[in-house]
């Protein structure tokens, strides 16, 4: 199903006046908020991509379901990492992660969003290892007691086959924003870092693909937001 995107509705929270953030928030009470973390996607996509796609997403959706879509939280992403895989990945890579801090952090602010007058939210992360899977829908699970605020759980590989730099996010990017995306810095080296395959080559990205995943993304989440305000 083809939803209707209003490209000129206003939905970025941070950007709206006074009353009209409050007016929005009582004339459709769903908002969204976009979580991850600052790690290496290749030398193609930049290190901020999972919390910009999953901002980019976020306001799409809100134009085409409404909703408010709240400031992206860059410091909301878990690894489980060791130390020695630390001294690697942050240390060589400068990725940043926050396991210490990032579901009391989250929490917190999901209290701040209910109190505001959010009744159902899409706590979205770009971000999808399985620790942080594990995360948002503990989150979910610790809010189904709050008496007036749902939270619904979603990475892109809860409803289909994601990746880490390779085709699918790549794919998205080319959607969403194509100005980010380097093609012509993939490099040989990237493919042993991240281990990408032929089957899941960041070369073989289309824009066209980001698109439908966007599209499923929208219809999947459209349901789960009428189950949720039922």
Not at 17 to 29: H, N, S
Not at 190 to 215: C, F, I, L, M, Q
Request: some cysteine; aromatic content about 8%.
């Amino acid at each position: 199903m083809s939803h209707r995107i209003n490209y000129r509705k206003p939905v970025r929270y941070e950007l709206m006046y006074g009353r009209e953030a409050i007016r929005a928030i009582r004339d459709f009470p769903v908002g969204y908020l976009p979580i991850g973390c600052l790690e290496r996607h290749g030398d193609h996509l930049p290190m901020g991509l999972d919390v910009i796609k999953a901002h980019k997403i976020c306001c799409i959706v809100a134009k085409a379901i409404g909703g408010v879509v709240f400031p992206p939280h860059y410091y909301a992403g878990t690894h489980n990492m060791t130390c020695q895989q630390l001294a690697k990945y942050t240390g060589e890579w400068g990725n940043i992660y926050t396991d210490a801090t990032a579901k009391d952090s989250l929490v917190d602010v999901i209290n701040q969003l209910a109190l505001a007058g959010i009744k159902v939210l899409v706590l979205y992360s770009g971000h999808y290892p399985q620790s942080q899977i594990d995360m948002i829908r503990e989150i979910a699970d610790d809010f189904k007691a709050h008496p007036t605020i749902t939270v619904i759980p979603f990475c892109e590989s809860l409803i289909m086959e994601g990746d880490h730099a390779g085709i699918s996010e790549t794919s998205l990017m080319l959607y969403l924003d194509k100005e980010m995306v380097n093609m012509e810095a993939i490099g040989e080296e990237n493919y042993r870092d991240h281990g990408w395959s032929e089957g899941n080559a960041p070369e073989k990205a289309t824009a066209a693909r980001g698109e439908r995943d966007v599209k499923e993304i929208i219809a999947y989440l459209k349901s789960e937001i009428e189950k949720a305000l039922s």
